[in-house]
């Protein structure tokens, strides 16, 4: 099976603030990496796909990279609604494609 | 508007049974492939069954295999999930969802989630 390990697995900044969250593989999953935010008492939301690709509807300060093992999240200037815990999901080896263990982004 | 509804959680006692479902609206849900994620308080995501759009294939998390099974009915348009040998560690908020509007093996549409608890 597939690892995924994100981190940090917590960071505290303020906004404004440029954010990086980075997700690795223990395999090369070609791309096929996914990031979801999710808030308190709600269900996920997917902000990128296959590692680059903005979500319909998602804020231009997300964006994503990476290749191969190691993928990146990056929030360009943190707002007030971006206070979230963060997954990786990778896409590359069905069927359960495994999430990496979440990263918070808090309040400095 | 694409809409996923899950239903049947609550309490129940180590070893009992459970069955949840999921109602989906505004798209056939036959069309796309299904899975069911949960998240255990406090904790990160987790994927526990998938089933194809065809229906011809099912996994499970090693975690609940041969105590889950994943099912649908076309003609109501729902998943389901009986949970069978419940444990403690399967207590958890259950989400379906799906993924209709991208192709990157993920998940753009979720339900809202239902609670799930294991408890004597």
């Known amino acids: 099976d597939i690892q995924m390990t994100q981190s940090p697995s917590s960071l505290s900044a303020s906004v404004g603030d440029r954010v990086t969250i980075t997700c690795r593989a223990s395999?090369?999953?070609?791309?096929?990496l996914n990031w979801y935010q999710q808030k308190a008492g709600r269900a996920p939301k997917l902000l990128i796909f296959t590692a680059s690709s903005l979500q319909s509807g998602v804020p231009s300060r997300f964006s994503g990279s990476g290749s191969g093992t190691e993928y990146t999240l990056t929030i360009s200037s943190l707002q007030p609604e971006d206070f979230a815990t963060y997954y990786c999901?990778?896409?590359?080896?069905?069927?359960?494609?495994?999430f990496g263990q979440g990263t918070k982004v808090e309040m400095k | 508007q694409v809409q996923l509804v899950e239903s049947g959680g609550g309490l129940v006692k180590p070893g009992g049974s459970l069955r949840l479902s999921c109602a989906a609206s505004?798209?056939?849900?036959?069309?796309?492939?299904m899975a069911w994620i949960r998240q255990a308080p406090g904790k990160g995501l987790e994927w526990v069954s998938y089933i194809s759009s065809t229906g011809s294939t099912i996994y499970y998390a090693d975690s609940v295999r041969g105590r889950f099974t994943i099912s649908r009915d076309t003609a109501e348009n729902s998943l389901y999930l009986q949970m069978n040998s419940l444990r403690a560690e399967d207590t958890a908020v259950y989400y379906c969802a799906t993924e209709i509007g991208v192709s990157a093996a993920s998940l753009d549409y979720w339900g809202q989630g239902v609670l799930v608890i294991v408890s004597s």
């Open positions: 395999q090369s999953i070609g791309s096929f």
């Open positions: 505004g798209f056939t849900l036959s069309d796309y492939y």
């Open positions: 999901q990778q896409g590359y080896s069905t069927p359960l494609y495994t």
